[in-house]
């Protein structure tokens, strides 16, 4: 560091502010960055090693690539879903919700980094082994795990482990909340950790459901201290937490479009009540969106169903806000900058600037993910794809590019900024083009496999002739389009993963910015609380999950199927 | 609030619910709904409860049929079906395991096959040809041999 150089030639009063904040950086703030660092390492490291399982699949199932009997395609997979859907956007959303939280709110208290250091060994202990399970043949049963399907006990204790480290993230993160409001009454919470405490309200009460799932049935169950258990009943319990999950990963990658891009375009940010609105009504209405994975399935009625299709469909609502919202925010920046016409801000975005480009496209991906969502929750649509690989096309579009590759671009600044190093205009290149490369791979993959899966290629199945059925043969031409898209989004994620080693220890030393957008309604007015009542938006959401769930629930338990017995069919 | 974004809002609020309304037509009207059997049965029992204890094929009308099918890792039962142009087949299906799914490659026939659970379906066979049928929910390490044909003459 060059702390004593930078002091030194200050006039003294500014000197004593340049201490203060030298201070800040090397003493309290520099634990929280060490902490959000470690999350970033593991959440990085298990993408590479998620997305190399990923190009294994892609290659095997185009029939070029053959897999040993003691790592199966099934094997890969499970490990591919347990480490990209588990692990590296949850200790993402960790270190990236820490960091911003020490931050806006003033640092993390010691109690809350220790916390947060509990939460990560907690997790990578689970991880660990849930994964070994997975390894050595105990556990290939996807990281849906369905009953009656059972693994080895130890797979579901790893999880259990996984969601107590979740567990004590989010009070970690209630906690600081709670004392940032507590000394300073009355004001609302500043926007970042507004996001922040909506996404973990969310994991916290959706993780009940699969928790629940796991210790009161399957782990008892397992252990045959039960000898059968309800199939119907644990699905939907996983599914109110499976789909929630994806709607966190989105709710954190919204929060960087909401807060983290008008500061790199220097553009306001939206209405700072309206994007509260947006945070809660995605809260509120989320959890019952489970449902819709389950719209082919029997032991459900149908208007109970029909009543699911309004509940799914009305999750798009805020995102509907949110695309107003972006667009607003451009032409705002642009007609800042001097654009003239209907369309003349487009060219004032910053196109070069890395940390823009990678969250636009994240941003325009989403009008096709979200245009495939709203077609899933629709019963007669959903009936086409289901289990399909039109799926799996349309949770990577979801996953693998809004919130990936907005993960991507706020790597670009959050790694060096807690790194106490710079993005150089050399490496804002090269993650340009590591945007551009991951981009084009996943677009050839997601809409080959939106195409093919209409066709009726089915999701999570090996390679297969199907005994040389004409059929079967047709999609072959469309896998290979899958393999090639797999084998660029490899190229883009190693470039990602060296972007962020490069980042944290080898860029040159300085500071670089946490960009936060300025409020458009600026700092004068005195804004409205009720956005802040939270107790009453938890309230609200249990009353929706209540709408949503009691009365199939309790078909399901009450009239329900004969239970099933464990069974092992790998 | 401005102007643009009262009518933002106004077409978003359409649109879901013109599509919660097309829906509703298309399920109770149209009786497009998606398969929702509330009938169970015993899933170790599945080989002594009727009627899948004689699992096949029966004509019970004019190019009319009926199939009960049981799913078991990894086949299908009755297997390599075949019917006149022109059939409405009326399957009947559960599973004694685990979890499968059922779909006819360029059909929309598609349905999950839960163990607890009997699923029917009826499908019309409008054209000749040899409809291939998958298990399109994993199953276990032989799920990607689990698929038979229906031949349609």
């Known amino acids: 560091m060059t702390n004593q150089q930078t002091i030194e030639g200050i006039p003294q009063t500014e000197k004593g502010h340049v201490k203060d904040r030298l201070k800040k950086f090397m003493g309290v703030q520099r634990k929280d960055a060490t902490l959000a660092k470690a999350y970033m390492i593991v959440s990085f490291v298990s993408l590479l090693l998620g997305a190399l399982l990923g190009l294994v699949q892609g290659l095997n199932r185009a029939g070029l690539f053959e897999l040993p009997y003691w790592f199966n395609y099934y094997q890969v997979l499970t490990s591919h879903g347990l480490l990209l859907v588990l692990i590296f956007t949850s200790f993402f959303m960790i270190g990236y919700f820490y960091a911003g939280i020490s931050n806006t709110l003033d640092g993390l208290s010691n109690g809350v980094r220790k916390l947060g250091w509990s939460a990560f060994w907690t997790k990578i202990a689970g991880a660990l082994l849930a994964v070994s399970q997975v390894l050595i043949g105990e556990a290939t049963v996807l990281y849906t795990f369905y009953p009656p399907m059972a693994a080895s006990v130890w797979f579901y204790l790893g999880l ?79 599914w ?264 944290m220890f080898r860029a040159p030393k300085g500071e670089e910015e946490f960009p936060i957008g300025e409020a458009e309604e600026g700092n004068a007015i005195k804004l409205p609380y009720w956005t802040e009542r939270w107790s009453v938006w938890i309230l609200l959401m249990w009353a929706t999950i209540a709408m949503a769930y009691v009365v199939p629930l309790v078909e399901m338990m009450i009239n329900g199927a004969p239970g099933s017995p464990p069974q092992r069919t790998w | 609030m401005h102007r643009y974004e009262k009518i933002w809002l106004t077409v978003s609020s359409v649109l879901i619910i013109g599509f919660t309304l097309i829906v509703g037509y298309q399920a109770f009207a149209m009786d497009l709904g998606p398969p929702s059997d509330m009938e169970t049965i015993d899933p170790q029992k599945v080989d002594s409860t009727a009627p899948f204890d004689e699992p096949g094929i029966t004509q019970i009308g004019d190019k009319e049929y009926e199939v009960v099918m049981t799913l078991q890792a990894f086949s299908f039962t009755p297997r390599d079906l075949e019917f006149p142009e022109g059939s409405t087949v009326h399957f009947i299906m559960t599973s004694k395991d685990v979890v499968h799914g059922m779909q006819i490659a360029g059909t929309n026939f598609n349905a999950m096959i839960t163990p607890g659970h009997v699923t029917r379906m009826t499908q019309t066979f409008d054209e000749a040809g040899d409809f291939l049928v998958i298990c399109n929910e994993f199953c276990g390490t032989g799920h990607e041999m689990m698929s038979t044909e229906i031949n349609i003459r």
């Not at chain 1, 001097?338 to 480009?357: E, I, N, Q, S, T």
Request: glycine letters at 10%; aromatic letters at 16%; one cysteine or more.
């Open chain 1, 160 to 238: 259990t482990l996984i969601v107590l480290g979740i567990w004590q993230s989010c009070f970690g993160v209630f906690i600081s909340a709670a004392k940032w409001r507590k000394a300073n009454k009355g004001q609302r919470l500043p926007i970042l950790a507004f996001f922040a405490v909506g996404g973990f309200v969310l994991l916290f009460f959706s993780s009940l459901f699969v928790a629940a799932e796991v210790l009161f049935m399957i782990i008892p169950w397992t252990l045959g201290w039960v000898e059968t258990i309800n199939v119907m009943v644990a699905r939907t319990l996983f």
């Open chain 1, 240 to 503: 109110a937490f499976g789909h929630t999950l994806v709607n966190i990963w989105y709710l954190t990658a919204v929060s960087a479009w909401y807060v983290i891009t008008p500061k790199i375009i220097d553009g306001p940010r939206f209405s700072d009540t309206l994007t509260r609105v947006v945070v809660v009504l995605l809260v509120v209405l989320n959890i019952p969106g489970g449902f819709h994975h389950q719209i082919v399935d029997p032991g459900i009625s149908e208007p109970i169903k029909y009543m699911h299709v309004y509940m799914s469909l009305v999750i798009g609502f805020p995102s509907l806000m949110t695309a107003y919202a972006m667009f607003y925010i451009f032409e705002k920046s642009g007609r800042k900058k001097g654009a003239k016409g209907l369309f003349g801000w487009f060219k004032k975005l910053p196109w070069k600037d890395a940390r823009f480009l990678a969250l636009f496209i994240a941003m325009a991906s989403f009008i096709v993910g979200g245009a495939g969502g709203i077609a899933q929750t629709m019963h007669q649509l959903n009936q086409v794809v289901h289990n399909s690989l039109w799926v799996v096309g349309h949770f990577h579009v979801t996953l693998g590019m809004t919130a990936a590759m907005t993960f991507f671009g706020v790597s670009y600044w959050l790694i060096p900024h807690i790194s106490g190093r710079q993005l150089t205009p050399k490496m804002n290149r090269f993650a340009w083009w590591t945007t551009i490369v991951w981009a084009i791979g996943i677009s050839i993959m997601s809409l080959v496999m939106h195409y093919v899966g209409l066709l009726g290629a089915p999701r999570r199945t090996a390679f297969t002739e199907y005994m040389g059925n004409a059929t079967a043969s047709s999609w072959d031409p469309y896998l290979l389009l899958i393999a090639g898209g797999a084998t660029i989004m490899t190229i883009g994620i190693i470039m990602q993963v060296y972007t962020v080693f490069h980042l």
